[in-house]
């Protein structure tokens, strides 16, 4: 299977990094493009971050760059994850601007009715982006606010990344075990 991963400049670059190495790791093929937002973002948040999606990616793809294979419907993708999405790049998806490579292959998954999943790392969310959030949804892209749980006991930054990077690949339909199930509450009993 062959995913695309798009990287933005919204805060929470580590959440596209940690799919792509599980994604990897699972054996699949990840085309990444990154873009200019998100090497900046990683100078402050994830220093090797670009490194580590070059390493666990088939290819990496400039955001400029239009001839990619992901930006025809021709070259068939399993799906495409953008992790983070920056409200820039939901505005651009869910009004159909494709002013680069990463709204432009949105817009294949779209058309295609292949999986679109926008995982949006933004607090407060604007009124704005709320109907944006509405025009991609409608469109057939699957909104994932980076909200991870709490139920599982986590003990780290690592295991809320890993509840949200869980939550992505459940949505791929993807089996994994970063994170503990809910099992329901306990039984009152007799």
Not at 30 to 45: D, F, L, P, R, W
Not at 65 to 71: K, Q, T, V
Not at 79 to 108: H, W, Y
């Amino acid at each position: 299977m062959k995913y695309i991963l798009a990287v933005t400049g919204a805060s929470g670059i580590v959440y596209g990094v940690r799919l792509n190495e599980e994604l990897k790791k699972m054996g699949f093929e990840v085309y990444s493009i990154v873009t200019e937002g998100a090497k900046a973002t990683a100078k402050y948040e994830f220093k090797d971050a670009i490194d580590r999606i070059k390493k666990a990616s088939v290819a990496v793809y400039d955001e400029n760059n239009l001839d990619a294979p992901m930006a025809s419907g021709s070259a068939k993708f399993d799906g495409m994850v953008v992790a983070p999405c920056s409200m820039k790049t939901l505005a651009s998806i869910a009004n159909g601007f494709e002013d680069n490579l990463v709204s432009r292959a949105a817009q294949v998954q779209l058309k295609e009715r292949r999986p679109l999943l926008l995982l949006l790392r933004e607090t407060p969310i604007s009124t704005l982006h709320i109907m944006n959030m509405l025009k991609a949804s409608l469109g057939g892209a699957v909104i994932v606010p980076a909200s991870p749980g709490f139920y599982g006991g986590p003990k780290s930054i690592d295991d809320l990344v890993d509840f949200q990077v869980g939550k992505v690949m459940d949505l791929l339909g993807l089996q994994h075990n970063l994170f503990k199930r809910w099992a329901g509450a306990e039984s009152i009993g007799d």
